[in-house]
């Protein structure tokens, strides 16, 4: 059974950063499987925001995040990390891992990320 545990939000002021961190557990070959971290803000639908490939390290950003935040995985310990940098009162919502081509696995609890001053 795959699993998701997200974990390092928290409350900052604009222009603050954050460390995200998911550990995913359960999925066969970790290593070859795309990631992405998504995002749901109050009110709306949840949205893809990073994705990390399997080839390479290569990733892609959603245009509002593009230069503040990165994408980074650890395959021995099957993690997949989001640095936010210079963060932004919209970039407040709870943030999800899953994969990265579609969200093909259950949804952990996510974790929460509040932007404001």
């Known amino acids: 059974q795959v699993q998701f545990v997200e974990s390092g939000g928290g409350a900052v002021q604009p222009g603050g950063s954050l460390g995200l961190s998911c550990v995913c557990s359960?999925?066969?070959?970790?290593?070859?499987?795309?990631m992405g971290w998504y995002r749901q803000a109050p009110g709306k639908q949840r949205e893809l925001v990073a994705i990390?490939?399997?080839?390479?390290?290569?990733?892609h950003y959603a245009n509002d995040v593009k230069g503040r935040f990165t994408v980074s995985r650890d395959n021995a310990k099957t993690t997949i990390y989001l640095q936010l940098n210079d963060l932004k009162p919209e970039d407040t919502g709870v943030y999800y891992c899953?994969?990265?081509?579609?969200?093909?696995?259950?949804w952990g609890p996510g974790t929460q990320v509040t932007v404001s001053l």
């Open positions: 990390i490939y399997n080839v390479g390290n290569r990733t």
């Open positions: 899953n994969g990265g081509v579609s969200p093909i696995w259950n």
């Open positions: 359960g999925i066969r070959d970790f290593s070859n499987n795309v």
